[in-house]
T-cell receptor, first 109, second 113 residues
Framework: SQKIEQNSEALNIQEGKTATLTCNYT??????LQWYRQDPGRGPVFLLL?????KEKRKERLKVTFDTTLKQSLFHITASQPADSATYLC????????FGAGTRLTVKP | DVKVTQSSRYLVKRTGEKVFLECVQD?????MFWYRQDPGLGLRLIYF???????EKGDIPEGYSVSREKKERFSLILESASTNQTSMYLC????????????FGPGTRLLVL
């Protein structure tokens, strides 16, 4: 069956460190993979998209990698700040869009 | 500024009631989606629509129906609400062929007693 798994439900790190979140999938062949941020009580907000033929994408302090052989994406936030605390969702896009359960990131000052 | 709005932020209904959740987008998007979000399960796709009067089932359509009479509006209907439909419901829209972004509404938190 198709599955999207994000490595952990919660991740706590110290301010200034790099946060690394993992998204693994099985029985999908997505053309695109996206990462979203969701704050409590709000809908998800798009952050980054990476295509199947791209290995890496960067946007400011964010970096995403996409390994279609391993069926895995890594999402990095460098120089993390308490304002980065949120739930981060990965999503696979083909004809429709399927989401992982999310990882709740807490950045402590 | 793009906008997806949902008719209610919070809703309390009784078991057996018919419930309507409305979603409106002002971006002239062809694609619209309804998800529910539960702790530990993430967002699960209920129904989606690629055009007016067109609908397709997602992963968990049982107990739900949808209506898309106008391009900007996509309604989710709970024919007979049950307690296991207590959840956060999120609507989203996307332009046909666009992959960069899917825009979400703020969500409706539904409690069925």
């Amino acid at each position: 069956s198709q599955k999207i798994e994000q490595n952990s439900e919660a991740l706590n790190i110290q301010e200034g460190k790099t946060a690394t979140l993992t998204c693994n999938y099985t029985n999908y062949s997505p053309a695109y993979l996206q990462w979203y941020r969701q704050d409590p009580g709000r809908g998800p907000v798009f952050l980054l998209l990476i295509r199947e033929n791209e290995k890496e994408k960067r946007k400011e302090r964010l970096k995403v990698t996409f390994d279609t052989t391993l069926k895995q994406s890594l999402f990095h936030i460098t120089a993390s700040q308490p304002a980065d605390s949120a739930t981060y969702l990965c999503a696979l896009l083909s004809r429709d869009m399927r989401f992982g359960a999310g990882t709740r990131l807490t950045v402590k000052p | 500024d793009v906008k997806v709005t949902q008719s209610s932020r919070y809703l309390v209904k009784r078991t057996g009631e018919k419930v309507f959740l409305e979603c409106v987008q002002d971006m002239d998007h062809e694609n619209m989606f309804w998800y529910r979000q539960d702790p530990g399960l993430g967002l699960r796709l209920i129904y989606f629509s690629y055009d007016v009067k067109m609908k397709e089932k997602g992963d968990i359509p049982e107990g739900y129906s949808v209506s898309r009479e106008k391009k900007e509006r996509f309604s989710l209907i709970l024919e007979s609400a049950s307690t296991n439909q207590t959840s956060m419901y999120l609507c989203a829209s996307r332009e046909l062929g666009a992959v960069e972004t899917q825009y979400f509404g703020p969500g409706t938190r539904l409690l069925v007693l």
